[in-house]
Antibody, heavy 119, light 107 residues
């Protein structure tokens, strides 16, 4: 069955770099795109960026200067790196699969990983 | 960026009631709109895409409508398992953006 699972540090110091991994199973990264979406505590959702089936990427312009998304198709993993973290980057970070029927929507989500930015 | 404004921010309704949640886009998004349900402590789940198409496995009491800049999600005959937050998402243009959410509680 389709699964996505995020992993990474729960605590990051301000100004440091966040590195997260999304490990997927049940589908191929060359057939479905994967996005990263984050949610600050008690707040709404923010789309961060996407890696398409061909490996190209698109980013939220608000984060573009700090964000990088890449993948390793042989390991079925998608990576997020975001630098210069601040306290406002504290959030639950989700990876989500693009739905087959309408690609810019998300039909499967990971459980999320809570990241706290604090010294 | 296209701004998505949801209303109301919170809503209290009784079992069996019909509930409507609104989502307004800052410009025409040509039905490029999805709705998600997020239960407490869980990940979002896709309910509706293309403004009015029901995702596989979603109960038929959920429906979506609208066009242009105005869209709505309707829940008929509210059930206890519908207690959740609901988010709209536009995907007409980058960056894909979400509404602020509507928290639905039982009265």
């Amino acid at each position: 069955q389709v699964q996505l699972k995020e992993s990474g540090p729960g605590l990051v110091q301000p100004s440091q770099t966040l590195s997260l991994t999304c490990t997927v199973s049940g589908f191929s990264l060359t057939s479905y795109h994967v996005s990263w979406v984050r949610q600050p505590p008690g707040k709404g959702l923010e789309w961060m960026g996407v890696i398409w089936t061909g490996g190209s990427t698109a980013y939220n312009s608000l984060l573009k200067s700090r964000l990088s998304i890449s993948r390793d198709t042989s390991k079925s993993q998608v990576f997020l790196k975001m630098n210069s973290l601040q306290t406002e980057d504290t959030a639950t970070y989700y990876c989500a699969r693009g739905a087959e029927i309408v690609m810019p929507t998300f039909d499967y989500w990971g459980q999320g990983v809570m990241v706290t930015v604090s010294s | 960026d296209i701004q998505m404004t949801q209303s109301p921010a919170s809503l209290s309704a009784s079992l069996g009631e019909t509930v409507t949640i609104e989502c307004r886009a800052s410009e025409d998004i040509y039905n490029g709109l999805a709705w998600y349900q997020q239960k407490p402590g869980k990940s979002p789940q896709l309910l509706i895409y293309n403004a009015n198409s029901l995702h596989t496995g979603v109960p038929s009491r959920f429906s979506g409508s609208g066009s242009g800049t105005q869209y709505s999600l309707k829940i008929n005959s509210l059930q206890s398992e519908d207690v959740a937050s609901y988010f709209c998402q536009q995907y007409y243009d980058y960056p894909w953006t979400f509404g602020g959410g509507t928290k639905l509680e039982l009265k």
